[in-house]
């Protein structure tokens, strides 16, 4: 068992930046490979990045690839994800995940925390 809280999220400007923690607690968090997803207003939950449970391989949907950059601290137990050049389409609930089968598949993955709020305004 793992939770799984998220924090960071707000409200920023179109170009600004953004930093947004996962803190994992239960079971040893370096046991996971972990992923960031989101979900807009009226959209489906969607991949955003991946990370294996050392680091070492990294995987970003193409609309995020340039701009963000997700990393993982195993000696704090926290997954992070750097968000730069925010655009008013990342707008959406952002939510981490651990322990995939496939890191794109969002039905793979066993815990999620509860999001956070990312609102880019134009």
Known sequence: QVQLVESGGGLVQAGDSLSLPCAASGRTFSSYGM???RQAPGKEREF???ISL???ST???DSVKGRFTISRDNAKNTLYL???SLKPEDTAVYY???NPRNYY???SYGYWGQGTQVTVSS
């Open 59 to 61: 995987y970003y949907a």
């Open 96 to 98: 981490c995940a651990a």
């Open 54 to 56: 050392s680091g070492g």
């Open 35 to 37: 992923g960031w997803f």
């Open 82 to 84: 750097q968000m730069n």
């Open 105 to 107: 598949r969002q039905e």
């Open 48 to 50: 955003v990045a991946a």
